[in-house]
């Protein structure tokens, strides 16, 4: 089994809804966010995929978020826009965007600071 991973940056603000402690407070990350692919084959030229593609295909997710309001957007109006909930929300998109491809999701990590991120994949 073959794994690329891409990383890709955004910077937004959101606040967490019923939260009862600071984060309740409207206030923003310098997120990052990685992207792993799989598959068993390579392409003719000895590629999972090119980076430059994978890398494009997840910035077209990736920034419908940057420098926004979370808490706006439709998907965080029903789920609190915590790192776990952004990791899913990307996960779905990525995946979506990648359904012309024959390779599979494995997981999307959200950094919301260097020291704490939140994963999300599908088992």
Not at 58 to 64: A, K, L, M, N, R
Not at 98 to 117: F, G, H, I, K, Q
Request: with cysteine; proline share 3%; glycine share 4%.
């Amino acid at each position: 089994m073959y794994k690329l991973t891409v990383q890709l940056e955004f910077s937004a603000a959101h606040h967490l809804r019923d939260y009862p402690g600071k984060c309740s407070r409207l206030h923003g990350h310098n997120y990052r966010v990685e992207v792993t692919v799989a598959d068993r084959q390579l392409d003719d030229h000895g590629m999972l995929i090119d980076f430059g593609r994978l890398k494009q295909l997840c910035e077209q997710v990736v920034d419908e978020l940057d420098h926004s309001l979370l808490n706006d957007h439709p998907f965080f109006q029903q789920n609190n826009p915590t790192s776990e909930n952004i990791a899913r929300y990307l996960y779905t998109q990525v995946a979506e965007a990648l359904t012309d491809t024959e390779m599979s999701l494995e997981a999307v990590r959200v950094w919301e600071s260097p020291t704490s991120s939140a994963t999300y994949r599908e088992d």
